[in-house]
């Protein structure tokens, strides 16, 4: 294991032929929504903002830990930067700012206590901290509005651009949603991102090793939920409305199962699943039911014959060609 380890740190971590296919694939992709309609637009926007949020789960998961109240961080930060702005009349770079600070003390808090947890126990107090998020959006209903949410949201405005229109903030969830990717990518060809892995397949054997599990599990925990405060920020501008059910439980769900069925292990998971994935429920919205059922059989099939998701399939099919 200690080999396998060393050989993964040591491998190069440059854009290969590959990276390069893949980069261009997805940019043509990202080109098409411009060429389309304003509902092909939308579902690429909420494309973009499911990357993001996805990416911020992703880094949770490769530490070895998977949280089932991902979409209580994205909350927090859509509400403190709606209530910012409202109350002190904050633009929206400070307010996103301070709404990332704050989402990032209280992930730091609860994950000090709660990441010496393993397994299931882990997922079930981040899904009864889930819980307890929207419960509190609710009950505090003279500043977050209760059911009814908060609503006339500002669109952003950055040095005097204005994103109000679908195709301008279309093109800025695009930038961050790539930015977010090829961060990923970056940090898992470094050794911080090979140390986080380590982490998750044997956690003993990299304690053993000098690394701090702990520590690295709370960096991971705080930087995921971070980028998650950002998706909440956007969501919230993009959409004009929030309320608790914005960012119930089954948003945190929806989350894990596009990061499975895209590629938990692999830095292009959260966009394939995204991709796949988003435009469902709008395919599906005149049969609910078929929508779950469509999720739970893809998720088995994923599980059972494709562990690496849809993001490890090329990979599997050369191996395949090359036998």
């Not at 990032?104 to 010496?116: D, P, Q």
């Not at 059910?245 to 998971?269: D, P, Q, Y």
Request: include cysteine.
């Amino acid at each position: 294991m200690q080999a396998n380890i060393m050989e993964t740190q040591a491998s190069p971590g440059g854009f290969g032929k590959k990276h390069i296919f893949i980069v261009l694939a997805v940019l043509a992709l990202a080109a098409l929504p411009w060429f389309s309609g304003e509902f092909v637009q939308h579902l690429a926007v909420l494309t973009c903002l499911n990357v993001l949020a996805i990416n911020g789960l992703a880094l949770i998961s490769r530490s070895g830990q998977l949280s089932l109240g991902h979409a209580a961080f994205m909350a927090i930060g859509a509400y403190t930067a709606v209530l910012l702005g409202k109350a002190f009349a904050l633009p929206f770079i400070p307010a996103l700012l301070v709404a990332v600070l704050v989402t990032s003390l209280v992930a730091f808090a609860l994950g000090w206590v709660i990441l010496r947890l393993k397994g299931v126990y882990f997922v079930l107090v981040t899904f009864a901290f889930g819980e307890l998020t929207r419960l509190v959006l609710l009950d505090f209903a003279a500043f977050t509005g209760g059911a009814n949410g908060i609503t006339g949201i500002p669109a952003i405005e950055v040095l005097g651009v204005s994103f109000a229109t679908r195709t301008s903030f279309y093109a800025l969830a695009l930038v961050v949603a790539i930015a977010s990717t090829w961060g990923m990518h970056r940090l898992f060809t470094r050794p911080l991102g090979h140390a986080i892995d380590s982490v998750a397949v044997n956690p003993a054997l990299a304690e053993a090793t000098g690394l701090s599990v702990h520590r690295l599990q709370i960096f991971c925990f705080v930087v995921g939920c971070a980028i998650a405060a950002v998706a909440g920020v956007l969501q919230s501008r993009y959409i004009g409305y929030i309320s608790p059910e914005s960012f119930n439980t089954s948003i945190s769900v929806g989350l894990i199962i596009m990061l499975v069925i895209g590629g938990r292990t692999s830095s292009w998971g959260a966009l394939v699943g995204a991709i796949v994935l988003t435009p469902l429920p709008e395919l599906f919205r005149g049969a609910v039911q078929t929508q779950h059922i469509f999720y739970g059989a893809a998720l088995i099939l994923i599980l059972r014959f494709m562990p690496g998701g849809l993001a490890d399939l090329p990979r599997q099919l050369v191996a395949r060609f090359k036998r």
